[in-house]
């Protein structure tokens, strides 16, 4: 069982991350019209190449299941941020392709959004607690996917 201690720092750091995606989340709505699921998936597919990809393997690329994926991506065409075709390769999937109205909608929000990370995380942060925030992300990453393999 943890102490208390280690409960009041997990509560803490669980709050804590949960109130700057919160805040982010709100500006990038605000400033951009992008939920932060838009912008998860404009960003896979702005870096794709040829600013396309599986929809399977934009599901595992941003976590999310494939369902609540399908869901999403017809509220994105449904504002001709994405479209979807068939597999050149194959006839088993689809392939999500990023539109010219969905690249200019993302280049749109990069820059506020960008903006938005320095002044809530980055700015807030010495350099070496960037540092130690980096450490323990990617140590919490690590053990997690170690766990999943359990």
């Known amino acids: ?8 720092i997990w509560r803490d750091f669980i709050e804590t991350a949960e109130a700057l ?3 982010l989340s709100s500006r990038l709505q605000s400033e951009s019209s992008l939920s932060p699921g838009d912008y998860a998936v404009l960003l896979a ?4 190449e040829g600013w396309r990809m599986r929809s399977s393997e934009l599901a595992t690329g941003i976590g999310w299941e494939r369902s609540r994926l399908s869901h999403h ?6 504002r001709a941020l994405i479209r979807r075709e068939e597999c050149a390769a194959d006839n088993r999937g689809a392939e999500v392709v990023l539109t010219t109205t969905g690249a200019e909608a993302f280049r749109g929000a990069t820059v506020p959004h960008l903006r938005a990370v ?3 995380f980055v700015d ?3 350099p070496d607690q960037l540092a130690a925030a980096g450490e323990v992300a990617a140590t919490l990453r690590a053990h997690l996917g170690s766990s999943r393999k359990l």
Do not use: D, F
Request: without cysteine; glycine residues 4%; aromatic residues 0%.
């Open 1 to 8: 069982m943890p102490t208390a201690e280690q409960l009041r």
């Open 118 to 120: 320095r002044e809530l």
């Open 45 to 48: 597919l702005s870096e794709a």
């Open 124 to 126: 807030a942060l010495t």
């Open 73 to 78: 991506l017809g509220r994105m065409e449904r």
């Open 21 to 23: 995606r919160s805040e």
